[in-house]
């Protein structure tokens, strides 16, 4: 009887440290979107600043700057913008694949039942503002940017959540970036089947050949990062190649990357212990004994975290700090001169405000009131429709993943600024009206949010 009870407080103990591990986890996942979040609105404001001053010419002609890749007889040369573009965002869809992949393998979309409420709310924010955009576009030629206001900004939404601090409940943070991340799926998506070119046979086939290597990488136990980024370069260049958008293979990669580690914990807590006793006993006779024990632990440690998440936290601060504001300082550039106000009233501005603003709110709001009502899901602990609806005017700040779709849906520099004008006018305006929603339903003096 006293072994059983010892077992099953084991075990309760084992739960608890996964459920910490993982609280824990997410809240540096959280600060490292919030702080990042600071930084791409200060790059979009210097954009802005820059494309708007006397020195405006040259903030389009730099990114307009060729650069060349040889490598024997490959050669690729395209704009500084393309690079960005098509180059280093394909890193930032890598982020989103393994966010997608550990979300379902541990995080908030590992069961049907958890995952129901933030699927519903991404479904509802994606379809009513695609809905919106087409029905204010109806009849023109602008039909191609219905895509544009599906999208929600994941870290300038989080870093404005963040600025009201304890104030909003860890739940409601946790439901925000899971449908932000089924959001980002969403997103993904619509780029591979609705905004790609057309498709080259072979280098499909090779960039599936690529795929095939890195999932067998996989079951075959390789843990290290190098061969996967290898097979990762070649599958970028295939599926650029290929007529489907190259970030579209930074996805694809990721989902081959090892969820697994080699060490379980026990065996870590295990061999950790023996090597700690050796470096107590070696170190005040050999110090360099003392320093194999050490490389034994730091093995260990790499041993025991899944190279999944080993990889994603290295690359959160590359992302957060180098690729995205990069990505913001090229494309956020939009002159606003005294035809701004036309551009204001344009079609497509209007269907993408009012995607961003109202799709999302009533979208977003309306799927999980039904996800509710339906009993397929049920709200979080200390969270209430007042913040259900707070979260909904957050989701339409689409600026990253909006303006991405913005350059594949006009290729016409004009109607791409006037695209660029509406997202940057409707996510200032559901960022500002999204903190002041969350405000106003919680609680100072407590810290504890309003559930009624």
Not at 88 to 113: H, Q
Not at 143 to 164: K, R, S, V
Not at 171 to 187: H, N
Not at 206 to 229: D, E, H, K, T
């Amino acid at each position: 009887m006293h072994e059983h009870d010892s077992m099953k407080d084991d075990n309760k103990g084992r739960l608890e440290h996964i459920r910490e591990r993982v609280e824990t986890q997410f809240q540096s996942f959280v600060r490292m979107e919030s702080s990042g979040g600071i930084v791409l609105l200060a790059c979009a404001v210097i954009a802005l600043i820059w494309a708007n001053s006397p020195w405006g010419d040259s903030y389009y002609l730099l990114w307009k700057t060729k650069l060349g890749v040889k490598f024997g007889t490959l050669e690729m040369t395209h704009p500084l913008y393309h690079w960005i573009n098509d180059g280093l965002m394909a890193l930032f869809f890598f982020l989103v694949g393994l966010e997608i992949k550990r979300e379902v393998l541990v995080g908030e979309l590992n069961t049907v039942r958890r995952a129901m409420l933030p699927v519903f709310a991404a479904v509802g924010g994606m379809l009513l503002p695609a809905l919106i955009y087409a029905v204010v576009n109806r009849g023109t030629e602008f039909t191609d940017g219905w895509g544009i206001p599906m999208a929600t900004d994941i870290a300038f939404a989080l870093a404005i959540m963040a600025m009201l601090g304890s104030r909003v409940p860890l739940a409601l943070k946790v439901f925000l970036t899971a449908v932000a991340i089924v959001d980002d799926l969403g997103a993904v998506l619509v780029i591979a089947f609705f905004y790609s070119g057309n498709l080259a046979g072979n280098m499909l086939l090779a960039a599936a050949g690529c795929l095939a290597l890195a999932y067998i990488f996989n079951r075959a136990g390789v843990r290290s990062p190098l061969p996967y980024a290898v097979v990762g370069i070649c599958t970028w260049y295939f599926v650029h190649e290929s007529g489907i958008h190259a970030t579209i293979a930074g996805v694809l990669v990721a989902l081959t990357i090892p969820a697994s580690s080699v060490l379980r914990v026990p065996d870590f807590i295990i061999r950790c212990r023996r090597l700690l006793t050796k470096l107590e006993e070696d170190t005040p006779h050999d110090s360099h004994h003392g320093n194999d024990w050490v490389v034994g632990l730091e093995k260990a440690c790499s041993q025991v975290e899944p190279p999944l998440q080993r990889i994603e936290h290295a690359l959160q601060p590359w992302i957060a700090y180098l690729v995205m504001p990069l990505f913001a300082l090229a494309n956020a550039g939009v002159v606003l001169g005294a035809d701004a106000l036309s551009h204001a009233g344009h079609s497509v501005a209007i269907g993408i405000g009012g995607g961003l603003l109202l799709g999302k709110l009533v979208g977003v709001s309306a799927f999980t009131w039904l996800a509710v009502n339906l009993g397929v899901a049920e709200l979080p602990e200390q969270v209430g429709w007042g913040q259900i609806i707070g979260v909904a005017m957050l989701c339409g700040v689409g600026f990253t993943m909006s303006l991405f779709i913005a350059n594949l849906a006009f290729a016409d520099a004009e109607l791409l600024a006037t695209a660029k004008l509406g997202i940057l006018g409707a996510s200032l305006i559901a960022g500002f009206v999204g903190y002041f929603l969350l405000a106003r339903t919680a609680s100072p003096q407590s810290g504890t949010a309003e559930t009624a």
